[in-house]
């Protein structure tokens, strides 16, 4: 799985595991947030970003992002519901490959593209269930920036 980061440029998982490691480790007295978000958008077919935001709170962030391309899925819930699941198997992933000692520095969210509003407003207690079952923080609209708006940025 390619990833690319606007500082580094393309980049493996272990090196984007091992660049998190850095920069927690830089300043390690600050509270991180590690927020994972995806989002789709179909034409021909359809495109997957699944983002990944290491955010130092109060001081910035740094993000990567991987995309995929699925034959195109029309089905509003069932985009979502593998949008969901692509975060989750991205952070279950991430988690495997930190060690005990960044995970205790860092809350994991999984941030989720829909809201209250909208027409994914019916979906939104079944994907919250999903996320929250898997042992992780769900956050959506207009609180999930990872999803709505970094991941989305790069399925243009």
Known sequence: MIFFSPTHGKMTLEQVTDDIKKYV???ADYQYKLIIGSDSQSRQSTCFVTAIILH???KGARYYYTRKYERKITSLRQRIFFE???SLTMA???VECLLSEEQDNLKIEIH???GTHGETK???KE???MVIGSGFDAKIKPYSCGASKVAD???K
């Open 25 to 27: 480790a830089e300043s």
């Open 56 to 58: 130092r709170v109060g």
């Open 84 to 86: 969901a699941s692509l």
């Open 92 to 94: 279950a992933k991430i």
């Open 112 to 114: 989720l593209d829909v």
């Open 122 to 124: 019916k979906l939104v």
């Open 127 to 129: 994907v919250i269930r």
């Open 153 to 155: 940025r790069h399925t």
